[in-house]
């Protein structure tokens, strides 16, 4: 894991932890999760969203009444949107795609459910999701949620991330350990 990523996800679990504590004693759960789906597909489909919570060339003011503002619009709930905004005025916006996984996983773990990330070459189909959730519920005993998202560089197969297990099948990984091993031979 680089440092950055590391940074992002220490820094995001702190700020998910209270975000999700409060919601819960305020009852607005099922708010907070609407908010978090919402934000998250929003910045899978938005380029100048991503260029918002990672600029450094941005004000303090500016990132922050921007956020809000998409925030609101988007009907987030209060907590999200204020919290949301306070990392912009702390210059942590930019772990904004690693608050919402944390919430997500907090949120799922509320219910008994485990989040997948699951990466795939292509887009998994609805009947293919379907079966690899069911396959891994077996597995693990509990309700697996499916987080999709695609890799063309993969070339095929398919990484899953639960927690801390990861399962890497993808074509990309088969080669590089050739790779390594034809290293070692020669």
């Known amino acids: 894991m680089s440092e950055t990523a590391s940074i992002s996800r220490s820094i995001a679990a702190r700020y998910a932890t209270a975000v999700f504590e409060i919601a819960e004693d305020s009852g607005e759960l099922d708010a907070l999760e609407k908010g978090v789906a919402d934000l998250g597909a929003a910045l899978d489909e938005s380029e100048d969203l991503r260029k918002l919570i990672a600029s450094p060339l941005l004000a303090r003011r500016e990132q922050r009444d921007a956020i809000r503002a998409v925030a609101e619009a988007m009907k ?8 949301l905004a306070l990392m912009a005025d702390k210059r942590r916006l930019f772990a904004m795609p690693a608050l919402l996984a ?43 949620t499916i ?40």
Request: hydrophobic letters at 45%; aromatic letters at 0%.
């Open 76 to 83: 987030v709930a209060p907590v999200l949107r204020d919290t």
């Open 102 to 144: 944390a919430l997500r996983d907090l949120l799922a773990d509320h219910r008994g459910e485990v989040v997948a990330e699951v990466t795939s070459a292509r887009a998994l189909s609805s009947e293919q999701t379907e079966k690899l959730a069911a396959a891994l519920s077996r597995n693990m005993g509990k309700t697996v």
């Open 147 to 186: 987080h999709a998202t695609t890799d063309e560089e993969l070339i095929g197969g398919l990484v899953v991330k639960m927690g801390s297990k990861m399962i890497d099948t993808s074509i990309r990984a088969r080669l590089a350990s050739l790779q390594n091993a034809m290293k070692e031979v020669g």
